[in-house]
Nanobody, 128 residues
Framework: VQLQASGGGLVQDGGSLKLSCEAP????????MAWFRQAPAKERVIVAA????????TYSESVKGRFTISRINGQNTIYLQMNSLKPEDTAVYYC??????????????????????WGQGTQVTVSS
C-alpha cells in the first residue's frame, strides 16, 4: 500500500490550505490514519489523527481550533483543512496509515510507531 499526499504549497500568514491523502486500494476496512509534520532540523510530530470510522479525532495543541482532519466514509482517504496558517506551520506534512485490522475500532493513535504505511510528504510553506 502506498499513500499519495497532495495539496501543499505556498500561502501567506493567515491563509488556508487543504491537504489530501489517498490509499490506492479500496477496502471495506477503515484503517486509522493521521497527519504528521516535520520542520527543518526538527523531529516529526503528530498534527492530527482520526479513528477508522472517523468518529474520533485528536489534534496537537498547536493546531487545535485551526486544523480539521476528516475522512470519506468507506474509503481510505483523509483530508487536513488548515485555516489561519502561521509561519510556524511551515513543514513537510506526511500522512500515515495503521494497517492493522485489530486497531480499526481503537481511538486515534498519536505515536509514529503505530503507523506502518507513510506517504511521500507534501511541503507547506507559510510566509510572514
Amino acid at each position: 500500500v502506498q499513500l499519495q499526499a497532495s495539496g501543499g504549497g505556498l500561502v501567506q500568514d493567515g491563509g488556508s490550505l487543504k491537504l489530501s491523502c489517498e490509499a490506492p486500494e479500496s477496502t471495506f476496512r477503515r484503517y486509522r490514519m493521521a497527519w504528521f509534520r516535520q520542520a527543518p532540523a526538527k523531529e516529526r510530530v503528530i498534527v492530527a489523527a482520526i479513528s477508522g470510522r472517523g468518529t474520533s479525532k485528536t489534534y496537537s495543541e498547536s493546531v487545535k481550533g485551526r486544523f480539521t482532519i476528516s475522512r470519506i466514509n468507506g474509503q481510505n482517504t483523509i483530508y487536513l483543512q488548515m485555516n489561519s496558517l502561521k509561519p510556524e506551520d511551515t513543514a513537510v506534512y506526511y500522512c500515515a496509515l495503521d494497517d492493522r485490522v485489530s486497531t480499526t475500532n481503537n481511538a486515534p493513535a498519536t505515536h509514529m510507531s503505530e503507523y506502518a504505511i507513510w506517504g511521500q510528504g507534501t511541503q507547506v510553506t507559510v510566509s510572514s
